[in-house]
Protein backbone atom coordinates (compact mmCIF):
# COMPACT_ATOMS: atom_id res chain seq x y z
CA UNK A 1 0.00 0.00 0.00
CA UNK A 2 1.24 3.47 -0.74
CA UNK A 3 -0.33 6.95 0.07
CA UNK A 4 0.56 10.05 -2.26
CA UNK A 5 0.00 13.34 -0.13
CA UNK A 6 -0.42 16.36 -1.86
CA UNK A 7 -1.89 19.87 -1.91
CA UNK A 8 1.05 21.70 0.51
CA UNK A 9 2.76 25.10 -0.36
CA UNK A 10 2.92 28.57 0.75
CA UNK A 11 0.07 31.00 1.60
CA UNK A 12 -0.57 33.90 3.77
CA UNK A 13 -2.15 33.87 7.08
CA UNK A 14 -5.52 33.45 6.62
CA UNK A 15 -6.07 31.90 3.41
CA UNK A 16 -6.77 28.33 2.61
CA UNK A 17 -5.11 24.87 1.37
CA UNK A 18 -6.72 21.87 0.34
CA UNK A 19 -4.68 18.55 1.26
CA UNK A 20 -5.76 14.96 -0.53
CA UNK A 21 -4.11 11.71 0.40
CA UNK A 22 -4.72 8.98 -1.95
CA UNK A 23 -4.18 5.21 -1.63
CA UNK A 24 -3.26 2.76 -3.59
CA UNK A 25 -2.70 -1.12 -3.51
CA UNK A 26 -5.33 -2.30 -2.08
CA UNK A 27 -8.88 -1.21 -1.44
CA UNK A 28 -9.96 -0.29 2.08
CA UNK A 29 -12.82 -1.44 3.72
CA UNK A 30 -13.08 -0.91 7.75
CA UNK A 31 -10.59 1.23 9.58
CA UNK A 32 -9.80 5.22 9.32
CA UNK A 33 -7.87 7.98 7.32
CA UNK A 34 -5.63 10.05 9.62
CA UNK A 35 -3.97 13.87 9.33
CA UNK A 36 -0.71 14.66 11.34
CA UNK A 37 1.67 17.27 11.22
CA UNK A 38 5.54 17.58 12.22
CA UNK A 39 6.65 21.26 12.60
CA UNK A 40 10.61 21.95 13.02
CA UNK A 41 11.68 21.39 16.34
CA UNK A 42 8.01 19.71 17.72
CA UNK A 43 7.28 16.10 18.31
CA UNK A 44 4.50 14.92 15.40
CA UNK A 45 0.76 16.06 16.40
CA UNK A 46 -2.54 14.86 14.97
CA UNK A 47 -4.48 17.03 13.48
CA UNK A 48 -7.77 15.23 12.32
CA UNK A 49 -9.49 11.29 11.49
CA UNK A 50 -12.37 10.23 9.97
CA UNK A 51 -13.46 6.79 9.99
CA UNK A 52 -14.94 4.50 6.64
CA UNK A 53 -18.18 3.58 8.00
CA UNK A 54 -19.79 6.18 9.23
CA UNK A 55 -18.03 9.51 8.46
CA UNK A 56 -17.61 10.42 12.01
CA UNK A 57 -14.47 12.82 12.29
CA UNK A 58 -12.25 13.61 14.78
CA UNK A 59 -9.85 17.01 15.36
CA UNK A 60 -7.06 18.09 17.16
CA UNK A 61 -8.03 21.14 19.21
CA UNK A 62 -5.77 23.33 17.63
CA UNK A 63 -7.10 23.14 14.23
CA UNK A 64 -10.98 22.82 15.19
CA UNK A 65 -12.76 24.66 13.38
CA UNK A 66 -10.67 25.57 10.74
CA UNK A 67 -10.05 22.44 9.48
CA UNK A 68 -12.23 19.48 7.73
CA UNK A 69 -11.64 15.96 6.80
CA UNK A 70 -13.54 14.71 4.27
CA UNK A 71 -13.11 11.31 2.29
CA UNK A 72 -13.97 9.55 -0.67
CA UNK A 73 -13.88 5.90 0.16
CA UNK A 74 -14.81 4.37 -3.86
CA UNK A 75 -11.13 6.58 -4.69
CA UNK A 76 -9.53 5.83 -1.22
CA UNK A 77 -8.78 9.27 -1.04
CA UNK A 78 -8.94 11.17 1.89
CA UNK A 79 -8.86 15.28 2.40
CA UNK A 80 -7.99 18.31 4.37
CA UNK A 81 -9.80 21.64 3.93
CA UNK A 82 -7.48 24.34 6.13
CA UNK A 83 -9.18 27.46 6.40
CA UNK A 84 -7.95 30.27 8.15
CA UNK A 85 -4.53 29.21 8.38
CA UNK A 86 -2.14 31.01 10.78
CA UNK A 87 1.95 30.70 11.16
CA UNK A 88 1.51 28.25 13.34
CA UNK A 89 -0.05 25.58 11.13
CA UNK A 90 3.19 25.52 9.53
CA UNK A 91 4.50 21.85 9.44
CA UNK A 92 4.83 19.20 7.66
CA UNK A 93 1.27 17.25 7.12
CA UNK A 94 0.91 13.76 7.20
CA UNK A 95 -1.74 11.39 5.97
CA UNK A 96 -2.27 7.75 7.56
CA UNK A 97 -4.40 4.89 7.41
CA UNK A 98 -5.53 2.42 9.76
CA UNK A 99 -7.29 -0.79 8.88
CA UNK A 100 -8.67 -1.06 12.64
CA UNK A 101 -12.12 0.61 13.83
CA UNK A 102 -10.12 1.76 17.05
CA UNK A 103 -12.25 4.06 19.42
CA UNK A 104 -12.01 8.23 18.98
CA UNK A 105 -9.03 8.44 21.46
CA UNK A 106 -7.04 6.04 19.92
CA UNK A 107 -7.23 7.15 16.36
CA UNK A 108 -5.22 10.55 17.78
CA UNK A 109 -2.56 7.99 18.33
CA UNK A 110 -0.56 7.92 15.46
CA UNK A 111 1.05 4.79 16.17
CA UNK A 112 -2.56 3.03 15.54
CA UNK A 113 -2.11 3.80 11.80
CA UNK A 114 -0.54 1.18 9.36
CA UNK A 115 0.19 3.23 6.39
CA UNK A 116 1.66 6.23 5.91
CA UNK A 117 2.11 8.82 3.22
CA UNK A 118 5.49 10.57 2.54
CA UNK A 119 4.29 14.00 3.92
CA UNK A 120 3.83 17.32 2.24
CA UNK A 121 4.95 21.22 3.51
CA UNK A 122 2.87 23.58 4.20
CA UNK A 123 4.28 27.28 4.87
CA UNK A 124 1.68 30.24 6.19
CA UNK A 125 3.71 32.88 6.08
CA UNK A 126 2.49 35.89 8.38
Known amino acids: VQLQACGGGLVQAGGSLRLSCVASGRAFSSGAAGWFRRAPGNEREFVAA????????YYGDSVKGRFTISGDNAKNTVFLQMNSLKPEDTAIYYC????????????????????WGQGTLVTVSS
Open 50 to 57: IRRNNRNT
Open 96 to 115: AFTKTNYISSALRDDIRYDY
